[in-house]
């Protein structure tokens, strides 16, 4: 901290090389198998990927949720918490053995939950306005995947 302000550039530099081992804390080891030098891969279809060579080295994606970023957007993910609150369970990490983090309480909407026959509702007009991806860039993205 520098008067009373973190500075994250000094955080994300000491948790250069320990992305593997913070990510490890929370999905546990990396799958060996699916592992290579330039990434690591958590999870039984190595769903979740840890870049350690390269440009992106240090960034995460997981695929089963199409999220990624840096360790700090990773601290985010896994707890709930806010952007200060990962850096300080990283600042910790850094400094010692890592902290729990209680996940931030959610906003609660009174919003009004809509029931099975909205819910059915709802599909059957959207299922109404699906239209044939042939002829639409959709049809160009989806040859690229």
Known sequence: MIAGRVDVPAIKEALRGREGEIIA?????HNQKLSSHDELRWGNRGSLVLVTRGPKTGCWYDHEV????????F???ETGCKFKEALAYLADFIGGAPITL???PRVVTNRPKPDDDQKADNALRLW?????LRGTIA???RAHV
Do not use: K, M, T
């Open 25 to 29: 804390s929370f999905r546990g080891p």
């Open 75 to 77: 601290v985010q993910n």
């Open 102 to 104: 209680r996940p931030s």
């Open 128 to 132: 109404g306005e699906v239209q044939p």
């Open 66 to 73: 199409a999220i990624g970023g840096d360790l700090i957007a």
């Open 139 to 141: 049809e160009i993205g």
